[in-house]
T-cell receptor, first 111, second 116 residues
Framework: LAKTTQPISMDSYEGQEVNITCSHNNIATNDYITWYQQFPSQGPRFIIQGYKTKVTNEVASLFIPADRKSSTLSLPRVSLSDTAVYYCLVGNSGGYQKVTFGTGTKLQVIP | GAVVSQHPSWVICKSGTSVKIECRSLDFQATTMFWYRQFPKQSLMLMATSNEGSKATYEQGVEKDKFLINHASLTLSTLTVTSAHPEDSSFYIC????????????FGPGTRLLVL
């Protein structure tokens, strides 16, 4: 299983763009990269998923360099409600592969 | 789409009793379901992987006789904590994935268990 490394915590002011980087040096060829958001006492919520280059949806962008050994979640213009823990997961569905949660990044948005 | 529910959302029980937690995929068929446990201020820890119609695969250190998992249908998996003790108090979260959902796991809202 690919292990992921993220910063433990980050602070940001409201309205700023936040970039959270995740390292996954031993990512496998058929692994995807998925980011989740978790609020206290709730299950993780899917944010975005990608395999390579750049993926964008209505809430975030995901940047993946060519070597795929890291990825960066970009949250545009964060608000107080974006205060949460963000997890980067790496895995694939072949043979019912499981994924392992790392420590996650605790993002604190400051007014 | 891709909604996963859990029931109950919270439960308080006496030590020694058993508690069953249900996990349902509401709008897709889940070929695989996962059960996680999360202690305060910690990350999610995978307990077991459940495939429909077959026995669950447990992670190292998770007692299969204590945490009984049944994945009887493509939309339902249950976790039964048998003879619960205070140290089993935790936040239990399930997730579901199907081939049609690609590589994405969709998580339930979690079940808070408090064993007195």
């Amino acid at each position: 299983l690919a292990k992921t490394t993220q910063p433990i915590s980050m602070d940001s002011y409201e309205g700023q763009e936040v970039n959270i980087t995740c390292s996954h040096n031993n990512i496998a060829t058929n692994d995807y990269i998925t980011w989740y958001q978790q609020f206290p006492s709730q299950g993780p919520r899917f944010i975005i998923q990608g395999y390579k280059t750049k993926v964008t949806n209505e809430v975030a962008s995901l940047f993946i360099p060519a070597d795929r050994k890291s990825s960066t979640l970009s949250l545009p213009r964060v608000s107080l409600s974006d205060t949460a823990v963000y997890y980067c997961l790496v895995g694939n569905s072949g043979g019912y592969q499981k994924v392992t949660f790392g420590t996650g990044t605790k993002l604190q948005v400051i007014p | 789409g891709a909604v996963v529910s859990q029931h109950p959302s919270w439960v308080i029980c006496k030590s020694g009793t058993s508690v069953k937690i249900e996990c349902r995929s509401l709008d897709f068929q889940a070929t695989t379901m996962f059960w996680y446990r999360q202690f305060p201020k910690q990350s999610l820890m995978l307990m077991a992987t459940s495939n429909e119609g077959s026995k669950a695969t447990y992670e190292q250190g998770v007692e299969k006789d204590k945490f009984l998992i049944n994945h009887a249908s493509l939309t339902l998996s249950t976790l039964t904590v048998t003879s619960a003790h205070p140290e089993d108090s935790s936040f239990y979260i399930c997730s579901a994935r199907s081939e049609g959902q690609g590589e994405t796991q969709y998580f339930g809202p979690g079940t808070r268990l408090l064993v007195l």
